[in-house]
């Protein structure tokens, strides 16, 4: 069981920065790799980024490329999403998500767990 609290969210002009952050509890957060998507009102939850369990590896959506960062620290069971040159339509709800498999996803049903979301809201 992992459980998972993501923070860091809020409102922001366009062109700015933000850096989310995702807390897990448990002994077993090696075993994961992690995930962030986002939600926006009357849209599908949409896959942003997703880093290897030990960090060697991460792949992006292409709308958030270059502009996104995804990282973790083992130490601190926690993984970060660091948001440069915003734009209104990264408007959304941000999940983290830990998925077992070691098989690259970005479907959301294919993630174990899932945090209860941080609002990002970026004015123009």
């Known amino acids: 069981q992992v459980q998972l609290v993501e923070s860091g969210g809020g409102l922001v002009q366009a062109g700015g920065s933000l850096r989310l952050s995702c807390a897990a509890s448990?002994?077993?957060?090696?075993?994961?790799?992690m995930g962030w998507f986002r939600q926006a009102p009357g849209k599908e939850r949409e896959f942003v980024a997703r880093?290897?369990?030990?960090?060697?590896?991460?792949y992006y959506a292409d709308s958030v490329k270059g502009r996104f960062t995804i990282s973790r620290d083992n130490a601190k069971n926690t993984v970060y999403l660091q948001m440069n040159s915003l734009k209104p339509e990264d408007t959304a709800v941000y999940y983290c998500?830990?998925?077992?498999?070691?098989?690259?996803?970005?479907?959301?049903?294919?993630?174990?767990?899932w945090g209860q979301g941080t609002q990002v809201t970026v004015s123009s």
């Open positions: 998500a830990a998925d077992r498999s070691v098989v690259l996803s970005t479907f959301p049903y294919e993630y174990d767990y």
């Open positions: 448990g002994r077993t957060f090696t075993s994961y790799s």
């Open positions: 880093i290897s369990s030990r960090g060697l590896s991460t």
